[in-house]
Structure formats: structure tokens, C-alpha cells
């Protein structure tokens, strides 16, 4: 029984390394994304980058995952009556998740 237990808490631990290997994989196309996108001429990340759009530390406390989809695909519609308007990208499969992991690691207070 011991075996038994010991072999599952392995898989367990296997799993969730290759799980968190994967998260780290694709928060990092994201971070890349977002600089391939040139999203800091207007959004600013610890303190750098543009100051046109709110900053995007804490983006994930203001908005949940089906929100910041939303806004990635079609920043227009969320934000009709934005003065400088968020362009909107043509996101290859895949990429907007990656964003979204990316935006999620970013901690920090809420932008004003």
C-alpha cells in the first residue's frame, strides 16, 4: 500500500512540474508578445513604459481571464469611448492565452 501511495504522490509531483513548465512556457510567449506588440509605448510595467494606456500591473485583480480576452480582441468594442484607441490585433492561435498568462503574472495595485 505504501508503494502505492508513493508511486502517486511521484506522478503527482510529475505532473505538476510539467504543468508548471508548460505555465512558465507559455507566460513567456507572452511576455514576448507583448513586446513584439510594442504594448508598452502605451502601457506601463513596474514603473516602465508608456503612461497613455493604465498600467498593466494588477491588470488580473481588475479583470478575470474572459474579460482580458475580450479586451485583446476587441479593445474597440470594450472601450468605445476610449480617447486614444487600443489597436486591435490579429492574434495568431494560441497567442491571446499566452498574453493572458502573461497578464496574470503581473502583481502590483490596481492602475488609476
Not at 12 to 17: Q, T, W
Not at 62 to 88: G, N
Request: one cysteine or more; hydrophobic letters at 45%.
Amino acid at each position: 500500500m505504501r508503494m502505492y501511495v508513493a508511486i502517486a504522490v511521484a506522478c503527482a509531483a510529475v505532473v505538476a512540474g510539467t504543468a508548471a513548465a508548460q505555465d512558465q512556457k507559455l507566460v513567456s510567449k507572452g511576455q514576448s508578445l507583448n513586446v513584439k506588440h510594442k504594448c508598452s509605448m502605451c502601457h506601463a510595467v513596474g514603473g516602465k513604459g508608456g503612461k497613455i494606456g493604465k498600467a498593466l500591473d494588477g491588470v488580473a485583480d481588475r479583470y478575470d481571464a474572459a474579460a482580458l480576452k475580450r479586451i485583446l480582441t476587441d479593445p474597440q468594442k470594450e472601450f468605445p469611448d476610449a480617447k486614444i484607441k487600443m489597436p486591435k490585433v490579429a492574434w495568431a492561435a494560441g497567442d491571446v492565452d499566452a498574453v493572458i498568462a502573461y497578464l496574470q503574472t503581473l502583481k502590483g495595485s490596481p492602475a488609476k
